[in-house]
């Protein structure tokens, strides 16, 4: 997801290089800490004063970040884990209806996940059930959850960053 934000980015006329660079410390920050509510005034500083994103795109951008646009803890994590889990209790992953089904529960239960550390976890407490699936297999990855975790926060933070940052011209130019 972090290569798919520098191609928006990229995309869009923003060079990805220079915008890691100016994040850097934010991404660092969200990694050890695993907390994307914890970055919010972090995330508002770098967007408002090295990417030159006016505040009230900053500030919406890092706090819906942090609520409802966690694409690596609410999005992609319990997804994961059910297409993993799925084939141990004969269900086919691949079945387009079965992963209709993932995409919409996935997509609801997403807007209800904290931005603090193992806030994924919970959400794959949510995901599991609704799809039939056991949610005693999650214990196995609890161990290393908190290494998973960091990196699914770093990525939240991003999303939101990036959002902030491909949101600002757009809004600019429509003033």
Same mark, same amino acid.
């Given at each position: 997801?972090?290569?798919?934000?520098?191609?928006?980015? =990229? #995309? +869009?006329?923003?060079? /990805?290089?220079?915008?890691?660079?100016? *994040?850097?410390? &934010?991404?660092?920050?969200?990694?050890?800490?695993?907390?994307?509510?914890?970055?919010?005034?972090?995330?508002?500083?770098?967007?408002?004063?090295?990417?030159?994103?006016?505040?009230?795109?900053?500030?919406?951008?890092?706090?819906?970040?942090?609520?409802?646009?966690?694409?690596?803890?609410?999005?992609?994590?319990?997804?994961?884990?059910?297409?993993?889990?799925?084939?141990?209790? =004969? #269900? +086919?992953?691949?079945? /387009?209806?079965?992963?209709?089904?993932? *995409?919409?529960? &996935?997509?609801?239960?997403?807007?209800?996940?904290?931005?603090?550390?193992?806030?994924?976890?919970?959400?794959?407490?949510?995901?599991?059930?609704?799809?039939?699936?056991?949610?005693?297999?999650?214990?196995?990855?609890?161990?290393?959850?908190?290494?998973?975790?960091?990196?699914?926060?770093?990525?939240?933070?991003?999303?939101?960053?990036?959002?902030?940052?491909?949101?600002?011209?757009?809004?600019?130019?429509?003033?």
């Amino acid at each position: 997801m972090f290569a798919v934000h520098g191609i928006l980015l =990229g #995309i +869009n006329g923003v060079s /990805p290089l220079k915008y890691f660079r100016k *994040v850097w410390p &934010v991404l660092t920050f969200a990694f050890t800490s695993r907390s994307s509510a914890a970055s919010i005034p972090l995330n508002v500083e770098a967007q408002t004063r090295r990417l030159g994103v006016p505040e009230s795109i900053a500030s919406f951008a890092a706090s819906f970040g942090a609520t409802i646009g966690q694409n690596g803890c609410a999005g992609l994590y319990p997804a994961m884990l059910a297409v993993m889990v799925a084939p141990t209790v =004969g #269900i +086919n992953p691949l079945d /387009p209806m079965w992963i209709a089904t993932l *995409v919409g529960i &996935v997509t609801v239960s997403s807007a209800g996940v904290a931005g603090v550390g193992g806030g994924a976890t919970f959400a794959a407490l949510i995901v599991l059930p609704a799809m039939g699936l056991p949610v005693t297999l999650v214990a196995l990855l609890i161990s290393v959850e908190p290494l998973i975790d960091m990196g699914r926060t770093a990525l939240n933070v991003s999303g939101s960053m990036t959002a902030g940052t491909l949101t600002s011209p757009v809004a600019e130019a429509n003033r």
